[in-house]
């Protein structure tokens, strides 16, 4: 199994910025499409953010324009810098990969945002 590491989380008032990382353990990282996924309390977890192997990025409109996804194919790494954070961001993230877009094989554990006072 595949292991996908996250970190980056925390607490954040509202405005502030944050950066997430995900690290994947083995060597086949650029053949997949890596995406940012988010579960709020009481809701379904919905995709953020995704890029493919080539680069080409797609959001969620929630976070259009706030949210930016970057991916280093060398050190098997993806990132998701989020500026402007709004108490909706709330969320446990989780860093995920597939072979088709929002259909991933691969999860990692999760890491808590939280966006308040």
């Known amino acids: 199994q595949v292991q996908l590491v996250e970190s980056g989380g925390g607490w954040v008032q509202p405005g502030g910025s944050l950066r997430l990382s995900c690290a994947a353990a083995d060597n086949i990282f650029r053949q997949y499409i890596m995406e940012w996924h988010r579960q709020a309390p009481g809701k379904q977890r919905e995709l953020v953010a995704s890029?493919?192997?080539?680069?080409?990025?797609t959001y969620g409109d929630s976070v259009k324009g706030r949210f930016t996804i970057s991916r280093d194919n060398i050190r098997n790494t993806v990132s998701l810098q989020m500026n402007s954070l709004k108490p909706e961001d709330t969320a446990v993230y989780y860093c995920?990969?597939?072979?088709?877009?929002?259909?991933?094989?691969?999860w990692g554990q999760g890491t808590q945002v939280t966006v308040s006072l």
């Open positions: 995920a990969r597939g072979t088709s877009w929002n259909d991933p094989v691969n």
């Open positions: 890029m493919s192997p080539t680069g080409s990025e």
